[in-house]
């Protein structure tokens, strides 16, 4: 049996990556997907057990499985509401969310949508704030408050991520649950090289904040499943309208990320002109490059 | 006042939404969960629209289904000019809705496409794709030899017609599916022409036109 993984970058072979909303799998129930080009079954039984192999001939998409009974499993967890799996080896815990396991929010998976980008481009773009009044116009921002204000960026060491704080900006409808438009205040964490964790002053609740996360499934190195995991704060709406929400600012900037060229993002510093504005993208991409990360990018040169 | 039971990433609610937009139609929408909760197959729905899809409208109890029928609807009632689609002539009655059931067609294989790439639908995707691009080619040439002959639109009228709408998200769309437009200038130039009508509006996925070029 052919063991050999598409994928030889050591660095992402040992993470975690995500495979699917928990929410949305049927149970006992084979699915396929796929992961760094391989291909991926799995299945969650009803006590929450799940199981990840790479496929086979023996259990085809749709057959009724018992998770538990699966031999041959891959590193397989449940975080944050989604099916994670390795190829790898892949640290005991993934990065922290405290904020979900607060009982009072609203925790959902907005959606997964294939889009053609690599992993590290869709990040980079979900950094970016200087696109939200031309692409997310009168949502997240609006002419002609344009300004990108100065922000702190920081990697944190200790736990081997990425911060950027003080992040503020205009916005005439931050969330479903806004009336009018607001200042609004940013937190960006880059804990895993496709993952990012957002968080954003809540129109209900001053004092705290909605978090809002991207969960990269790398298919191939230009291709990406994006999950959308939601934790907010809102006790109004029915899930299908902050679904709506969501879905309508990630469906604005899809066309974008797609038309990224080059597909991989670049390491080089010479090779893209950074304005101010994108100095959280830039740690993002030293953080990239120290780390040793290929898939996905295209590596500095040494 | 119409409701519109609506998908906001859905090219067959966004041409409704778009129609009405322009003809100053006032209307609700009622958000249906397409992806992922696919509440188009939940029972409630079903009630409304027995084959399952979006979008439908209930116009003070009139409940009608299909994108390009609710056009049809929507011109014939609400536009008082009667340029979209212009009741008192056979002939370009004709031609529209020849346009439309190639509306249907780009549905089929843009729309598909799109459906596979995005949200994991299991169609044929070479297929779709290949389909899409056949019709993209007689669309271009057709609106191509238009230009020649002075003709802006679709239809032989110097006015849109509910042809152009029908058929313009799923094209607008295509790059989702992965169908370049590049090939298709006639058609480039004919997308710029609906986003710049009077009412036009953008869902998701769709940019307005750009400044004008300078005289």
């Known amino acids: 049996m052919a063991m050999t993984t598409r994928c030889s970058d050591s660095v992402v072979l040992n993470l975690w990556h995500p495979l699917g909303a928990l929410a949305e799998l049927p149970v006992d129930t084979v699915v396929d997907t796929v ?24 259990f085809a998409a749709g057959d009724k499985i ?13 975080a944050y509401g989604y099916l994670w799996a390795s190829l790898g080896c892949p640290p005991d815990e993934l990065f922290p969310i405290p904020e979900y396991d607060e009982t009072d929010r609203r925790r959902l998976n907005a959606a997964t949508f294939g889009v053609n980008v690599s992993a590290p ?40 991520e990425i911060l950027a704080t003080r992040c503020r900006f205009f916005q005439p409808l931050a969330s479903s649950a806004s009336q009018t438009g607001a200042e609004v205040e940013y937190i960006y964490r ?54 709506r929400f969501q879905q309508t600012i990630f469906g604005q900037d899809k066309p974008i990320l797609e038309n990224q060229f080059p597909k991989r993002l670049p390491l080089d510093p010479r090779a893209e002109t950074p304005i101010r504005a994108d100095k959280s993208a830039i740690a993002y991409r030293r953080w990239l490059n120290r780390k040793g990360v290929k898939y996905g990018v295209i590596p500095a040169p040494n | ?12 609610c966004y041409k409704l939404r778009l129609l009405m937009s322009i003809l100053g139609v006032e209307y609700s929408t009622v958000p249906v969960d397409f992806y992922p909760g696919r509440e188009h197959k939940a029972g409630w729905f079903l009630k409304l629209n027995p084959l399952g899809q979006l979008p439908v409208i209930d116009d003070d109890g009139l409940v009608l289904r299909d994108a390009q029928a609710i056009l049809v609807y929507l011109a014939a009632k609400y536009d008082t000019a009667g340029t979209w689609y212009p009741r008192d002539n056979p002939e370009l009655l004709g031609e529209i809705t020849q346009w439309l059931a190639f509306a249907d067609g780009i549905t089929g294989t843009a729309s598909a496409a799109r459906l596979h790439d995005a949200l994991f639908y299991d169609f044929d995707i070479n297929a779709a794709r290949a389909g899409a691009h056949r ?22 009228t110097s006015q849109p017609t509910i042809a152009d709408i029908a058929c313009f998200p799923y094209i607008m769309l295509s790059e989702e599916g992965g169908i370049s437009r590049q090939d298709y200038p006639a058609i480039r130039r004919w997308c710029d022409r609906v986003k710049r009508l009077k009412g036009f509006i953008v869902m998701s996925g769709v940019f307005p036109a750009g400044p004008a070029k300078a005289a």
């Open chain 1, 35 to 58: 992961l760094l080009e391989e291909r991926l079954s799995l299945a969650v039984g009803p006590d929450g057990t799940v199981a990840v192999w790479r496929s086979c001939a023996e």
């Open chain 1, 66 to 78: 018992d998770a538990a009974s699966v031999c041959n499993s891959l590193p397989a967890k449940v």
């Open chain 1, 121 to 160: 481009r869709a990040i980079e773009n979900f950094l970016d704030m200087g696109h939200f009044p031309y692409v997310h116009t009168d949502i997240l921002g609006v002419e002609p408050h344009t300004e990108v204000k100065e922000y702190d960026v920081d990697i944190s060491v200790e736990r081997d």
């Open chain 1, 190 to 243: 880059v804990p895993h090289p496709y993952c990012s964790v957002l968080y954003k002053s809540s129109p209900v609740d001053g004092a705290r904040y909605d978090v809002i996360a991207v969960f990269m499934q790398p298919l191939s190195q230009e291709t990406v499943r994006a999950h959308m995991m939601l934790c907010i704060l809102d006790e109004d709406n029915e899930d299908k309208v902050i679904k």
């Open chain 2, 1 to 12: 006042m119409i409701k519109l039971y609506d998908y906001e990433l859905s090219g067959n």
């Open chain 2, 135 to 156: 019709l993209f080619r007689i669309l271009d040439e057709h609106l191509w030899f238009g230009e020649r002959q002075g003709r802006e639109w679709i239809c032989s």
